[in-house]
């Protein structure tokens, strides 16, 4: 576990993850509402090199927003909430939005609420669990590339 007792230590965790990503990474957040996901997206983005004056916004409605390297982004990154499709075809629904697509393209995937679509995203990825009472981070990877970030994320503690 990853102790995030203020915003600075998420932050810190946004910056190691922002050292470590790579092209084609997987990383599932899950956390209760207002529990820090799209903060710490955000500072990761900041971390990538995406200036301010860019909003990264949740993407709650939008279901994604995509952060180019014509962002600045040093990786591509799709950010997805895939809130509300939690409960219908998701397989189908991953299929439309092309998030497998935009993974086997390069793009670094970085989804809320997306426990469920993990296999179907292609695994080998994070999950990345943030829970608030006490703040703390809980990292798991699965598969060779999952594992080696989860661990350069835990030797950060």
């Keep these: 576990m990853i102790a995030l007792p203020t915003r600075r230590a998420t932050v810190r965790l946004a ?40 909003a990264v916004p949740s993407p709650t409605f939008t279901l994604m927003n995509e952060y180019g390297r014509d962002t600045g982004a040093r990786v591509p990154i799709v950010h997805a909430d895939l809130y509300r499709l939690l409960g219908g075809d998701l397989d189908e629904e991953l ?16 989804v809320e609420w997306g426990e ?10 994070v999950r990345l669990s943030i829970d608030t009472h006490p703040r703390v981070a809980k990292v798991v990877g699965e598969g060779p590339r999952g594992l080696a970030l989860a661990s350069a994320l835990s030797d950060e503690k």
């Design 15 to 54: 910056h190691t993850l922002a050292r470590e990503l790579q092209p084609g990474d997987l990383i599932v957040l899950t956390g209760g509402l207002g529990a820090g996901k799209t903060f710490l997206v955000r500072a990761l983005l900041r971390a990538l090199g995406v200036p301010a004056e860019i």
């Design 95 to 110: 299929s439309e939005l092309g998030l497998r697509a935009r993974r086997g393209e390069g793009w670094a995937l970085i």
């Design 116 to 125: 469920d679509a993990y296999r179907a995203l292609g695994g080998d990825g």
